[in-house]
Each structure stands twice: as structure tokens, then as C-alpha cells.
């Protein structure tokens, strides 16, 4: 009856809670949009509810080594972002602050070149997409994964490793710098002496 079809939908409504999908999708959107305190919002809540960097068994293989291989581009970008918040808050007490790195594999993906900045001045709009594959695959299972793939320009082959090199330059000021140690060429090392007041 509509009563119980009523009653289910306010049930499920009352305990849907958001997923890794759901977190993919609304912060793929917001870093295509430049929407970088709505990304960090949305993503410092996400690591409350534990969906993202939830430990030694998921992203966060220790306070300072984190693994964001497998995760989209934007998701990436939103991890970085929270990670050097988390340390620049605790800049005050040096002994609280250690090395970083980012484990990001090797591997590379099919993303969409960023644009030039248009009318408005906004220009950056990187989005993930899938490890390997023809750029057809790579589109298609952007697509399925809800990743924001912006439908402009053609695909180019780029690295995650280089991508979180890029959000540590361009995403803060002053920029973080970073290396890739010549032993670990899958992970993006800042040191600490690098990190400091900054936004």
C-alpha cells in the first residue's frame, strides 16, 4: 500500500548514511567547481564517520604514511588538503611533527587536461579516472564511478604521484615542496622542516 511504500521511504531516508560513492561523487564535483573549503568540509567529515582513512587495513598506514593509491583524483587531492591541515595545526609543537609521504603507486591514469582559466578566472578542474585501459575504458568507467569527468578536451596519461605533486605547488600558500625519494618512486615525500603556516 502507498502507506507502507510512505513508511519505507522515510525509514531509509532516516538511516541512509553516506558512503565512499557518495563521498567520491560530491567531492569529485566540488574540486571540479574549485570549491576548495566545501572539499575540505566535506572530506574532515567523512574521516569523522570513518569512511575515509580509517586506518592501517584502509588508508592511514600510520599518522604520517598514507597510501592514497586506488583512490580517484579528486578524493586524493581532498586527502592531501586534509593531511597538511592536520599538520600545519599542529606546527606550534615541533615534536608533534614528523616527515610525510604520500604512497601513490606508479601507475597511470586517463584524466582530462586542466583548462585554461575562463571568464570567471577559475581554471583547475582535474578529475580521476581509471588506472590503465584504453581512453574509451577509462572514460566509461570515469563515468560509471560518478567521478565528474569533464566532457571537454581529450584524454591525457598523467600520474597520480605527479598529481599530488601539483596539489602540494598549487593548492597552498606558500606552496609545500616535495620529492620523490629515489628508493620509493611511488610516494611523494615532504619533509618536515616544509611544513608551516601557510592556508
Do not use: W
Not at 11 to 38: F, K, M, N, W, Y
Not at 87 to 98: D, F, H, L, Q, V
Not at 109 to 134: C, F, L, M, N
Request: with cysteine.
Amino acid at each position: 500500500t502507498r502507506v507502507a511504500q510512505r513508511k519505507s521511504i522515510a525509514t531509509a531516508r532516516d538511516t541512509a548514511t553516506p558512503d565512499i560513492i557518495t563521498v567520491t561523487d560530491c567531492v569529485g564535483t566540488l574540486s571540479h567547481a574549485e570549491q576548495l573549503e566545501r572539499i575540505d568540509e566535506v572530506f574532515s567529515e567523512a574521516v569523522e564517520r570513518g569512511i575515509v582513512l580509517k586506518g592501517p587495513n584502509d588508508s592511514l598506514d600510520s599518522d604520517y604514511d598514507i597510501d592514497l593509491s586506488g583512490m580517484s583524483f579528486p578524493v586524493a587531492r581532498a586527502a592531501v588538503r586534509y593531511m597538511v591541515h592536520q599538520i600545519r595545526g599542529k606546527a606550534g609543537r615541533a615534536e608533534e611533527i614528523s616527515d610525510v609521504s604520500f604512497i601513490t603507486g606508479v601507475g597511470v591514469a586517463h584524466t582530462r587536461p586542466k583548462p585554461e582559466a575562463d571568464a570567471d578566472g577559475s581554471g583547475r578542474s582535474i578529475t580521476s579516472v581509471a588506472q590503465g585501459g584504453s581512453a574509451s575504458a577509462a572514460q566509461r568507467n570515469a563515468e560509471k564511478a560518478n567521478v565528474n569527468t569533464p566532457k571537454e578536451g581529450p584524454l591525457v596519461s598523467r600520474s597520480l604521484r605527479d598529481y599530488v605533486q601539483e596539489v602540494l605547488r598549487d593548492d597552498f600558500q606558500p606552496s609545500i615542496e616535495s620529492s620523490i625519494p629515489p628508493f620509493q618512486k611511488g610516494t611523494v615525500l615532504i619533509e618536515k622542516k616544509h611544513f608551516g603556516a601557510g592556508r
